[in-house]
């Protein structure tokens, strides 16, 4: 699966984004996916994932929601109320067969697409 995120910006903050996943070679239904970002220095972090009925979001975060549109191929994080420490750069991955308590773990998964970047100004 070739993996295509988009939608990332500069917005202000208490602003919201809408980030895509966009797939294409296979379904992404059979896929777990997840969102991951990486600011400046830091390590990558996970944010969200999502199995084909379920998903799972980083409570940390809370005001990040993910979703899919199978019709669409897509997989979708919105942000909402952002800050400036949410600036990064975010990445999309998936991988079949990926379990619970691996969907935190970057190394869980072997397709990533290019990655966004979300400037948040403060």
């Known amino acids: 699966v070739q993996l295509q995120a988009s939608g990332g910006g500069l917005v202000q903050a208490g602003g919201s984004l809408r980030l895509s996943c966009a797939a294409s070679?296979?379904?992404?239904?059979?896929?777990?996916v997840a969102w991951f970002r990486q600011a400046p220095g830091k390590e990558r972090e996970f944010v969200a994932a999502i199995r084909r009925f379920t998903s799972n979001e980083d409570s940390v975060k809370g005001r990040f929601t993910i979703s899919r549109d199978n019709g669409k191929n897509t997989v979708y994080l919105q942000m909402k109320s952002l800050q400036p420490e949410d600036t990064a750069v975010y990445y999309c991955?998936?991988?079949?067969?990926?379990?619970?308590?691996?969907?935190?773990?970057?190394?869980?998964?072997?397709?990533w697409g290019q990655g966004t970047l979300v400037t948040v100004s403060s």
């Open positions: 070679g296979n379904p992404l239904y059979s896929y777990v």
């Open positions: 991955a998936a991988d079949r067969g990926v379990i619970t308590s691996s969907m935190r773990d970057s190394r869980a998964y072997n397709y």
